[in-house]
């Protein structure tokens, strides 16, 4: 990857990093918890993390917060994004439903759910990026 390429996927982890620790960071500090917030963070954090993986493989990804369509798009590329599918499918309906009352009956076992599904994204496309560095 050329030194442009690289720059632009390290912003986009850089802000899919910042998704994830306001999720963690309104999980951990307030109370009441903010539940669809959290899932909404989180939702955001694996599209960026997604979105990401795409450019440093030459693809200009789409305008678009479905999770589905990405991870598909990122198994066209690599068909071990197959671990990360059900994480994606579980975090996909969080893209905008939860900022607005009374879309979702959000638990605190789902928040729980949504921030370990985000991670294990993360860390499985961290982990494809630090070998495309190379």
Not at 47 to 74: F, M, Q, V
Request: hydrophobic fraction near 35%; charged fraction near 30%; charge should be negative.
């Amino acid at each position: 990857m050329d030194n442009t390429i690289i720059e632009i996927v390290a912003e986009w982890i850089r802000f899919s990093d910042m998704d994830l620790e306001a999720a963690k960071h309104l999980y951990e500090n307030m109370n009441p918890k903010p539940l669809e917030i959290i899932c909404y963070h989180c939702q955001q954090s694996a599209e960026k993390a997604l979105k990401a993986y795409l450019i440093s493989s030459g693809i200009k990804p789409e305008r678009t917060h479905n999770l589905n369509y990405l991870i598909d798009e990122c198994r066209k590329n690599d068909l071990s994004f197959e671990e990360i599918i059900e994480q994606c499918e579980r975090l996909n309906p969080y893209s905008s439903q939860p900022r607005y009352p009374y879309e979702f009956d959000i638990s605190i076992e789902i928040v729980i759910l949504a921030l370990k599904d985000c991670n294990d994204i993360n860390s499985f496309i961290k982990s494809k990026l630090e070998y495309k560095k190379d």
